[in-house]
């Protein structure tokens, strides 16, 4: 059975990093499939189940602005934290007033997307997990704005607003662009070789079309 659900969401920033920026954040141009499905998974989440995207509506014209972000240029370090656990008296703490730098960002401005996906029933449903009592729970979840964390959009700091898509036809932008290479999502099936999944997007009036698509690893 295939349940098929689909969800309005916006908010005044958003930043889907291309992976080939390693220090300034620049965004894609449109919310990648791994963003909407880790924007869905903090609405509901069940061990039963699995998102699949299957396509994104751009509601709002694409547009990019600069912002400026305070990052710190450190991490916390393994062998200090390894230190720590055998008695050493190594600091596990980063001061942030002398590993402050800041750092440009370009990001998506004004975004408002609707994300139409479905779930498949995974090898660890319960007996009493099917398709209607899932389906009943994301409804009443959207309906009430209840959400495991904050929906956000690429990054914590843009906050996401969602509701459930009041249904008729869904007024995509009039856009037709080819939006290169983008993430695809992560794959975890070897923890020890964690890898990222690309594939070659096209945006469609309006309509980033994710089904049948080539993943590349």
């Known amino acids: 059975m295939l349940v098929s659900v689909k969800v309005e969401v916006w908010g005044d920033y958003a930043c889907f990093s291309r992976a080939e920026m390693k220090v300034e954040r620049v965004s894609y141009d449109v919310m990648t499939p791994s963003a909407a499905r880790g924007l869905l998974e903090a609405i509901f989440w069940h061990p039963g189940m699995r998102w699949i995207i299957d396509r994104i509506y751009v509601l709002s014209p694409i547009r990019m602005t600069n ?3 305070n990052e710190v240029k450190a991490k916390i370090s ?3 934290v390894k230190s720590a656990m055998t008695g050493g008296r190594t600091a596990l703490y980063l001061s942030t007033s002398d590993e402050i730098q800041q750092r440009s960002a370009l990001v998506l401005q004004d975004v408002h997307y609707v994300i139409s996906a479905h779930f498949e029933i995974t090898e660890n449903a319960a007996e009493s997990d099917n398709p209607g009592k899932f ?3 994301i409804k009443r979840r959207l309906h009430k704005g209840q959400c495991y964390h904050q929906p956000y ?3 914590r700091e843009f906050p996401a607003r969602f509701r ?3 249904g008729g036809e869904i007024p995509s932008i009039d856009e037709t662009r080819d939006l ?3 993430l695809w999502d992560m794959d975890y099936s070897d923890k020890t070789n964690i890898r990222p999944q690309f594939f070659r997007g096209k945006l469609e009036k309006g309509v980033l079309q994710l089904e049948d698509c080539e993943v590349i690893e």
Do not use: H, T, V
Request: net charge neutral; charged share 20%; proline share 6%.
């Open 180 to 182: 290169g290479y983008m």
């Open 153 to 155: 959009l690429g990054c």
């Open 78 to 80: 393994a062998s200090n």
């Open 67 to 69: 912002i400026k972000r």
């Open 164 to 166: 459930e898509w009041p």
């Open 135 to 137: 389906q009943d729970i």
